[in-house]
């Protein structure tokens, strides 16, 4: 009898015991809430730099087509950009929606974006990337600005740090000629330099050059220090941008300057 007794009370101790653990143990309470990040990588990565990536003032986004032009992309419309966010506290057993929004910037032109809908933070994560298209700004050289924030009424979760709330991303389509990229520093010493070769600067023009050679550039524009050139006087460059300015056009149409000038390759006189 007394066995039976003390198998009862133990058997009363684990019910109660695993009662009480199971009560302590929240793996995924709370409500859920969200903040910006410039932070690259998910946990369990290394990160790739010594920077904090919760630090509002790290926090940039930025959008120049440059980069496609580098990469022989010369007909893109958008840039992608992408957005990152995390939860702030317990994880959550299921997914969450997240919804972004913008608005403008006091002193700047906002640029077009498409955001993406219903981005997901999957169940037991904490991380997501949300890619927001910026469409190519319409004048060159010109910095726009928009803030960037989270559409709560359509998300799944609630605000985290005030100070991470939103993001301000930068958009441009900024490519100045300089001694580095171009040989020449300015509109002038580029007519001076080149337009016996291939006609007179135009902003398009040195865009669609760039596309064609990518990051060569730097090679095609340079002359050597014993004043023989590597450039417009090689007719093998000049016959490559022919080339690809009479495929484009082809295809889109004649390619013109902001002004209407129709770009071409072929020499002009500088007065």
Request: proline letters at 5%.
């Amino acid at each position: 009898m007394k066995t039976i007794y003390h198998l009862y009370l133990t058997v009363l101790a684990v019910l109660f015991y695993s009662s009480c653990t199971k009560e302590e143990v929240h793996s995924f309470i709370g409500e859920p809430a969200i903040n910006f990040t410039s932070q690259e990588y998910q946990l369990g990565d290394m990160p790739n730099s010594q920077d904090d990536p919760d630090d509002p003032n790290q926090m940039g986004y930025t959008s120049n087509f440059a980069a496609h032009y580098k990469k022989g992309q010369f007909t893109d419309k958008y840039d992608t950009v992408y957005v990152k966010a995390k939860l702030e506290g317990m994880l959550q057993e299921h997914p969450l929606r997240v919804n972004l929004a913008y608005e403008s910037v006091e002193g700047y032109d906002t640029p077009t974006l498409v955001l993406p809908k219903d981005s997901v933070i999957k169940a037991g994560e904490y991380y997501v990337r949300m890619a927001v298209l910026v469409e190519r700004p319409a004048v060159y050289n010109k910095e726009y600005q928009v803030k960037i924030t989270f559409d709560y009424a359509n998300s799944d979760v609630v605000a985290g740090s005030e100070e991470r709330q939103s993001i301000i991303l930068k958009a441009s389509d900024e490519y100045e000629i300089s001694q580095e990229n171009m040989g020449v520093e300015s509109e002038e010493e580029w007519n001076n330099a080149f337009a016996s070769y291939i006609g007179t600067y135009g902003p398009v023009k040195v865009r669609f050059i760039l596309s064609v050679f990518k990051d060569r550039t730097t090679q095609i524009f340079v002359y050597t220090p014993y004043g023989f050139g590597i450039g417009f006087d090689n007719p093998d460059n000049v016959e490559t941008l022919k080339e690809a300015l009479n495929v484009y056009n082809a295809k889109h149409g004649a390619l013109t300057e902001p002004d209407g000038t129709v770009v071409t390759f072929e020499p002009a006189e500088v007065k």
